[in-house]
């Protein structure tokens, strides 16, 4: 092999290292812009999981007020359930006096 022959094998052989650099440089570029991309679609979804987060919670604190307000609610049915029972007690006293009394009326008039 002489001088130039050597030479001729070099240059292929720069000249393939080119090329692989070239190719590994826009390979690089590649990999950067998927990473950029991936980085994007990663904020989208971190923000996209906030606004879930906080519609949980937004959820959550009205499930708890609903929860309140049927156990207010419960409360005031048995509040009104036993006040009816009382009326009622109340009413059906006043009705067993008043037939009581109406029993003993005729007795009354007809003693004066």
């Known amino acids: 092999m002489n001088f130039h022959d050597e030479v001729a094998k070099v240059k292929d052989q720069a000249g393939a290292l ?3 650099a070239g190719d590994a440089a826009k390979k690089k570029d590649e990999l950067l812009d998927e990473i950029a991309q991936l980085e994007q679609a990663k904020k989208e979804v971190e923000e996209e999981l906030g606004a879930l987060e906080k519609e949980m919670e937004d959820a959550q604190q009205e499930a708890e007020q609903l929860e309140s307000e049927v156990q207010d609610t419960q409360q005031e049915a048995r509040e009104v359930e036993e006040a009816s029972a009382s009326w009622a007690l109340r ?11 109406m029993s003993t009326f005729p007795t009354c008039v007809g003693a004066t």
């Open 18 to 20: 080119v090329e692989e």
């Open 91 to 101: 009413k059906s006293g006043k009705r067993q006096r008043a037939t009581s009394a």
